[in-house]
């Protein structure tokens, strides 16, 4: 039989999928679970998404469409765009893909060549890491520990800049942690970059309007804006708009990316389709009354996650104030048993957590951060209370 490209050794599947998936089959099986696991808001779009689809059926062309991006939805993101402070853009700074993470893809291939570097602090989204071993780029984490709140300093990135890596990835607020930089903070980062011109800036921002305590959203180019010409902004409809089904992604940067992002479009999905379009032009010029209720939901969510966790002995989780997730640094369980079973690791302790308590959590080492395991709490607010009691019986009966 014939090989399989090398590449496919080193791709992997994403253990978010392979958590979520386990704890389906479980509930398939008539099990109690409540699943903490993958990131997905748990909410539906507003009626006016569904009600622009029904008409947009009425008028489907059925034809190919742009591979940048109708120019339609391309105008209702730069509305968008400039609703969080990012003026200046036109449409051929912009360019669309099948959610954020094919965007992200795009962007791999567009900036890397085989042997780059792409930095990024750690704990990250685990497909950044998957994506730079399927394109063979080379990872430089820069470990930002429970200590330091899950934040970058100033003085990594300096550190980690000076050796040129060919992008720098930077996601704000953050999935796994749900850490938000202030202004203050990411002016400081910002002020580091414009001293480092050799390294491409991708913000994954698509958490953007999902902040909490009143925290506004800033990125690097509203407070340094010359680095508009390597900055490349990344967004989607997924979690904000409730849509991670729907596949909308987003880019903003320098042209020549934007156009890259095109071609690659051309050879690979050649189009957002025209249905999934309407409903993305709906969501993102529609009422927003839908993420903002949704928001204020997320922000009383993570409070009662904080003070079930702050129950328990020894558990360091420092505050999240956007996204919906906490990521708890557990080790202090390391080393203990539960009901005979040893818990060595994140991973055991996920494993037994779900075997005994019937929830799923990711672990941290999924993330880079194998001290510390994932909550996502957007499942119904019934299941969260009993689900956070669960984990603190658990932890209570560790010995
Ligand atoms: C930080 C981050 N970036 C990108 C994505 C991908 O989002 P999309 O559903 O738009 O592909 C996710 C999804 O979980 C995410 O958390």
């Known amino acids: ?48 998404v569904y009600a622009a689809v029904r008409e947009a059926l009425n008028h489907d062309s059925g034809q190919y469409g742009s591979n940048r991006g109708s120019d339609a939805l391309l105008d209702a993101f730069l509305a968008h765009l400039r609703g969080l402070g990012l003026d200046g853009y036109n449409r051929s700074h912009c360019a669309t893909g099948i959610g954020a993470k094919q965007v992200l893809y795009n962007l791999y291939e567009a900036l890397l060549d085989e042997g780059d570097t792409i930095a990024f602090p750690t704990p990250y989204w685990t497909s950044y890491l998957d994506i730079a071993e399927i394109i063979g780029a080379k990872v430089l984490a820069l470990p930002c520990p429970a200590e330091q709140n899950y934040k970058l300093t100033p003085a990594q990135l300096d550190a980690a800049l000076a050796s040129k890596p060919k992008v720098f990835l930077f996601n704000n607020p953050s999935n796994p942690t749900g850490m938000v930089y202030t202004p203050a903070e990411v002016a400081a980062l910002a002020e580091v970059l414009v001293r480092h011109p050799d390294t491409w800036i991708i913000t994954d921002d698509i958490y953007n309007k999902m902040l909490f305590d009143g925290l506004a959203y800033t990125n690097f180019v509203q407070v340094r804006p010359e680095l508009r010409e390597r900055v490349i902004f990344v967004d989607s409809l997924s979690k904000t708009y409730g849509m991670p089904g729907w596949r909308v992604g987003f880019m903003a940067g320098p042209e020549a990316v934007a156009k890259a992002i095109t071609v690659l479009n051309s050879n690979h999905i050649t189009n957002i389709p025209e249905i999934t379009t309407a409903a993305a032009i709906a969501a993102l010029t529609g ?46 369980a390391f080393g203990k048993s539960h009901n005979g079973t040893r818990i060595g690791n994140d991973v055991e302790l996920c494993a037994a957590l779900l075997d005994a308590k019937g929830v799923a959590c990711v672990p941290g080492s999924a993330f880079g951060e194998p001290r510390a395991l994932r909550i996502s709490y957007t499942c119904p607010t019934p299941q969260l209370a009993p689900g956070m009691q669960r984990i603190q019986e658990f932890f209570a009966e560790l010995v």
């Open 1 to 48: 039989m014939p090989q399989l490209a090398q590449r496919m050794s080193r791709a992997k599947p994403s253990a978010i999928m392979v958590i979520a998936d386990n704890a389906k089959r479980l509930k398939a099986e008539g099990r109690d679970i409540i699943s903490f696991s993958i990131g997905v808001p748990n909410f539906l779009p507003g009626e006016h």
């Open 287 to 332: 009422p927003q009354d839908v993420p903002s209720a949704r928001c204020a939901e997320f922000q009383s969510k993570r409070d009662l996650v904080m003070t079930a966790l702050a129950t328990i002995p020894g558990v360091v989780c420092p505050k999240p104030q956007g996204a919906f997730y906490v990521f708890p640094d557990i080790s202090c």
